[in-house]
């Protein structure tokens, strides 16, 4: 009787679960979008499929790959004759054929000799792969990306904004023109990386994928790095030039952050040497302070930066961060104050200080590039947090409440981090327009 | 075969555009329930129209053209999970996952979250054939008929999946705190199981 009853229960309470299941709605999707890729890619594909009815046989396209001088654009794999409703796994590499990029127009090599290519020739799904030596693309107006060599990335969008790619090997350097004249958070570039998500709204940055570890690297601006998933803006961390942190997963969530020293050689200056696994590049500088070396110079933030990179430094697996060494250039005006950061702080937690610049320097990063600030309005609030019992925020409150993005994008920065205080806490922010 | 369906092959894309507006709702139900939320809906969504795009020359109209999507939409979700395996998925926080609905307290309203979360994870444990013909039959509603074209695999396969699926979730409902709490309760006041899994975790740190 009693096992009776508790089939009965496990059957009433599966009956509930599902019902409640059916009632959870999906979230909405950004169909405006995926309908404009879809129509661009049809299109596309419309032009070139008489090319294909013309014996351009996947083979022959490879052999006049694998001779092209450097570069070649890929269009995916779509098996004639088989079936493609079980074939999702494809849609990344839509044909076998391959493109020489010289067939791609293109603008004059820049200043470096890197030759330009327009990413309006591009359409959504081209797989675009680098061979031995960098190549740059530039939407007008918007960005313009490097890839390094041995660099493989998917064109996820190229006319609907943002403009989209998809970081599947090496990694790629892009500067983003600030679009000035909105408060909103206007992405107009991202990339994907694995289930990581770097968006940005101007700035020069740079995102290097090694398996499921994601480095990047601001050189100036700011990023914010989050989910693939998340619906809107990506909030998840973010980054404030310069500054450099790699973004693995963790049990299923962001775990961020290992950060580390910040390259300041010139951005992109990497660009001539193939791009090396994130895990080289954590290792710390072996730099001789009596033979200084300019090209792999690292500093460390200074502490009282407001960056999240500088805070949650924790120790890799082999335990060498604490051994990052700082041999910046001599030049570097304030090389000596980072030398005094030579070790990670001993306490990652944030003070109310830091966390205060933070949500200040989030702020502030709605402007970029040294441009004015296209933030005109001061605010004033207070800002209370609640924390878990890791000292990790896990809600963020903004009293009088700020405009919607500008609360999602500071408080998506505070949001994970350790905080210097024990259940709650709260601080006043003031930021006004210089 | 709908007009519609018939001027999309004969590559007529405001005819395809249309039939993704039509038809967009039901695979990103279908992405959401065999995927979670912490799948790219987008990507999913884009992925499975451009297969459609690509095999509307090969649908023949010999099924509805809905079980046709169906069997598209199954089969790039899982080869989505098939690549997503070697790498790890996000979770969602939880704050703000479920909006408010139907005048729940807020209370109610989490709890309710809690127990489809854990109901995911459940389904989550069980393998990948019985969890689609279980989504596609007890959440999604089709008939075995319907599933057995779309999975491919005979109607009577189809019945047996179900069977041990519903068999391994109720046994695996014990794993999960806020769904024990829910079998032991009398009456399911899901608040209460909440809280008693909050005190559950509040004890054992």
Known sequence: MSHLNTKNREAEVLRQLIGEMRETLPPSINSERISAVLVE?????????????????????????????????????QGAGQDPSTDGDRRASISAQAVDLRTVPSQQADGEG????????????????????????????VVTWTLAPKTRVRVRTVKTA?????????SVFAEVKPQLGSNELNETFAVIAGTSRVAVHGTVFSVQRDGDRVL??????????????????????????????????????????????????????????????????????????????????????????????????????????????????DNEPDARDREAELDPPAEPKMSIDQARAMVLACLNSNRDGGQ??????????EVSVKLDDAGKIRAVRFSPPLKPSLQQHCGGALFGQRLDAQGAASFRIHFAPQ | MDEMVVRAQAG??????????????IVTRIAFRMLGP????????????????????????????????????????????????????????EAGRHEPARGLGPDREVARGRRVEAFQRLLEKISEK????????????????????????????????????????????????????????????????????????????
């Open chain 1, 162 to 170: 943002p403009h989209e790619i998809v970081l599947e090997r090496g």
């Open chain 1, 41 to 77: 890619t049809i299109e596309a594909e419309k032009r070139t499929r008489p090319a294909q009815t013309h014996g351009t046989g996947a083979s022959q396209w490879l052999v006049f790959a694998a001779a092209a001088a450097f570069v070649v654009v890929m269009l995916s794999q």
């Open chain 2, 38 to 93: 912490s799948a790219d809906l987008d990507d999913i969504v884009q992925e499975v129209f451009l297969q459609v795009y690509r095999s509307l020359p090969s649908f023949r109209g010999q099924s509805k053209f809905t079980t046709w999507l169906h069997r598209v939409s199954v089969n790039v979700v899982l080869m989505s999970r098939r690549r997503a395996k070697s790498r790890p998925s996000y979770v969602q926080e």
């Open chain 1, 114 to 141: 890197v030759p330009v290519y327009r990413v309006a020739a591009l359409r959504a799904g081209v797989v675009v792969e680098s061979q031995a030596e960098p190549v740059r693309f530039r939407l007008d107006g």
């Open chain 1, 372 to 381: 004015p600030s296209d933030l005109q309005v001061t605010v004033s609030s």
């Open chain 2, 12 to 25: 007529d894309t405001q005819a395809f555009t249309a039939l993704f507006e039509q038809h967009k709702g």
């Open chain 2, 130 to 205: 019985k969890r689609t013909v279980f989504i596609l039959h007890e959440i999604e509603g089709m008939s075995p008929a319907d599933i057995a074209a779309t999975v491919e695999c005979p109607v009577l396969t189809v019945r047996t999946r179900l069977f041990y699926a519903r068999r391994e979730i109720a046994q695996l409902m014990r794993t999960e705190p806020s769904l024990e709490a829910l079998l032991d309760g009398s009456s399911a006041p899901p608040v209460d199981a909440v809280d008693a899994t909050r005190a559950k975790e509040s004890d054992d740190t």
């Open chain 1, 216 to 329: 990047v690297e601001v050189t100036r601006g700011a990023v914010s790095v989050g989910p693939v998933a998340a619906r809107g803006p990506t909030t998840g961390r973010l980054l404030v030039g310069p500054a450099r942190a790699a973004f693995t997963t963790e049990q299923g969530r962001l775990a961020a952050d290992q950060s580390f020293p910040v390259a300041h050689a010139p951005a992109g200056a990497d660009l001539d040497q193939e791009a090396a696994p994130v895990s080289d590049q954590l290792q710390p500088v072996a730099a001789s302070p009596s033979e200084p070396d300019a090209s792999s110079a690292r500093v460390t933030l200074p502490r009282t930066r407001p960056v999240m990179a500088a805070r949650d430094v924790e120790t890799d697996a082999d335990g060498d961060d604490a051994d990052a060494v700082d041999d910046a250039r």
